[in-house]
């Protein structure tokens, strides 16, 4: 696809094979070489320009501490101010901008990001991440995807327009906010990471945006790679450091126009009652728009099919160590059919293959850093401790040289357990069986167990238990899997989000993500005004 806008849906990005002997396996391996012989120095971007305060911190393999990728600077509240001011002043020209030249630039992008800066990006998530490639690969066309989709998002919308009549022209104009968006991103995916403060920025917004602070070489690629697409000056400010420095100085401003979050759900609601705390200061009413936590579940049933669940299992609680918002946690299963598979599924965990990025045969790498390492061991340690819980398959953490924890499979016979209930985000998986004639009560269980409504699944082939529990899990996930893990959402086929404590549900991937980012205007032109303020009933008989 060229930069130009296409009136043709887009097509998902491919993901490579990176089979061996492949041309793009060994450029991948080349930009790994490279990027870790030449550590990066990352600064801010403020009004299109490299800041570099001298506070800096380390950029650290989280599969290797001894690996140092570079160092980033930090800003401070003089920076965001300068960034809010840059912002202000970018609003102005590119809010201006038609619609369709904004859209160019994120065409680009998604060009250059599926060709030449590839294997930068998917390089940088594998080292900055410990994320696998299969798992990079696939984060990296996500990203594309997202860029091409969003555009042609914004082209639908456009041509959404009111119903005319004789004597009439009717419009609806998408304009931006009153001014900046404040996109606040993770760690764990490059295209959350390019996407938040991507689509505001699409539909006219200048952004402040915070990237996580253990993903800023992700973060920095992908700010070349959006300056090289033609952005404007201005109009994305990248500026890491301390999140409560920044996310207030930002909120505080009278400039705030949005929120454009993801992360933990403590977190999303503080900043949210810091926004309601300042609302008086502000000239609208921000947007706010948030993806949080999850305590995803699978669900099975006597009549699904074992191996499929099996790997569901797998894929879903292990790939990325479990540090996805979407990963499998918990799971409910019928006794016998547990009895049946649990030994083959408990030797198959321990038999994942867990090491350094680099080594393409590897499916389990390290965690992101030493607190998610302490807080993952600390539930696993609580299950070996606990007399309803068992440790099955994994549990070992070691942290000598990464943040390594073994793929870990916990067997509970409490539906209210620890592990059933809290986030964890990383690689545990707990089990709860139940009997079948217990059924209806276990869904309810699963409903009714955590706060969060992001993903689940349900295994089986009795179509009408797949009626039953649609039903009566409905509210209990925003994206809901049948016969299929809990993750991998594909932009434009599996719109994004979910409810209750996991967020807003703005489905990402699809048009309703980019609504929030826009405040629309009605126009009317009248062709013919009445010049007589009488009304035809008026007239005497």
Not at 137 to 144: R, V
Not at 228 to 237: T, W
Not at 278 to 298: D, S
Not at 519 to 538: F, G, I, Q
Request: proline share 7%.
């Amino acid at each position: 696809m060229t930069a130009e806008l296409s009136a043709e849906r887009p097509a998902n990005e491919p993901n490579l094979s990176y089979a061996p002997g492949s041309p793009e396996r060994a450029a991948l391996k080349a930009r790994l070489a490279e990027m870790k012989a030449s550590p990066s120095e990352v600064p801010l971007f403020i009004g299109g320009r490299e800041v570099r305060t001298g506070r800096t911190a380390a950029i650290k393999a989280p599969h290797d501490h001894k690996l140092e990728l570079g160092r980033y600077h930090r800003a401070s509240a003089a920076e965001v101010g300068a960034a809010i001011e840059a912002s202000v002043a970018a609003r102005r020209t590119w809010g201006a901008l038609p619609w369709r030249k904004r859209a160019e630039v994120f065409l680009r992008a998604a060009d250059l990001l599926a060709g030449p800066w590839r294997h930068t990006l998917t390089a940088a998530a594998m080292l900055c991440t410990s994320k696998s490639l299969q798992q990079a690969e696939a984060d990296t066309a996500e990203l594309a995807d997202l860029f091409r989709f969003n555009a042609w998002y914004a082209s639908r919308l456009w041509a959404e327009q009111p119903s005319q009549a004789p004597g009439e022209r009717n419009r609806l104009e998408y304009r931006p906010l009153e001014n900046f968006v404040y996109a606040v991103t993770p760690f764990n995916f490059t295209s959350i990471a390019g996407n938040l403060p991507g689509a505001p920025a699409l539909m006219g917004n200048p952004v402040i945006w915070k990237p996580a602070s253990n993903a800023m070489l992700p973060a920095h690629f992908l700010m070349s790679l959006l300056r090289e697409a033609g952005l404007p000056d201005g109009v994305i400010n990248m500026v890491p450091g301390p999140a409560g420095e920044i996310g207030n100085r930002v909120i505080e401003s009278e400039h705030f126009a949005g929120l454009n979050f993801t992360g933990s759900t403590p977190v999303f609601n503080g900043m949210w009652s810091a926004i309601v705390r300042n609302l008086f200061a502000y000239k609208c009413y921000p947007r706010i728009a948030g993806e949080t936590g999850g305590k995803c579940f699978i669900f099975a049933h006597a009549s699904c099919d074992p191996a499929a669940l099996k790997t569901a299992m797998i894929r879903g609680a292990f790939e990325h160590q479990g540090q996805k918002c979407a990963s499998a946690s918990r799971a409910y299963v019928p006794k016998p059919l547990w009895e049946s598979m649990k030994k083959d599924l408990a030797a198959e965990i321990d038999g994942i293959k867990m090491g350094p990025p680099e080594d393409f045969s590897c499916f389990a790498n390290a965690v992101i850093d030493k607190m998610a390492y302490d807080n993952i061991k600390g539930y696993i340690d609580q299950a070996k401790k606990s007399s309803s819980a068992k440790v099955l398959a994994g549990g070992q953490c070691d942290e000598r040289q990464g943040y390594f924890i073994r793929p870990t499979l916990v067997e509970t016979s409490d539906p209210m357990f620890k592990t059933m209930q809290e986030e964890i985000f990383g690689p545990v998986l707990t089990v709860y069986t139940y009997e079948e004639k217990d059924l209806d009560r276990t869904l309810e269980i699963c409903d009714a167990t955590s706060p969060y409504a992001l993903t689940g699944s349900i295994f089986a082939r009795d179509e009408a238990f797949i009626r039953k529990a649609s039903k009566a899990l409905e509210n209990a996930a925003g994206n809901f899997y049948i016969n299929d893990k809990p993750t991998g959402a594909v932009m434009d086929r599996q719109p994004f989000g979910g409810g209750r404590a996991s967020g807003t549900n703005d489905k990402v991937g699809w048009y309703h993500g980019l609504l929030r980012w826009t405040s629309v205007r009605t126009v009317k032109e009248n062709l013919s005004p009445p010049a007589d303020y009488r009304y035809p009933c008026m007239s005497e008989e």
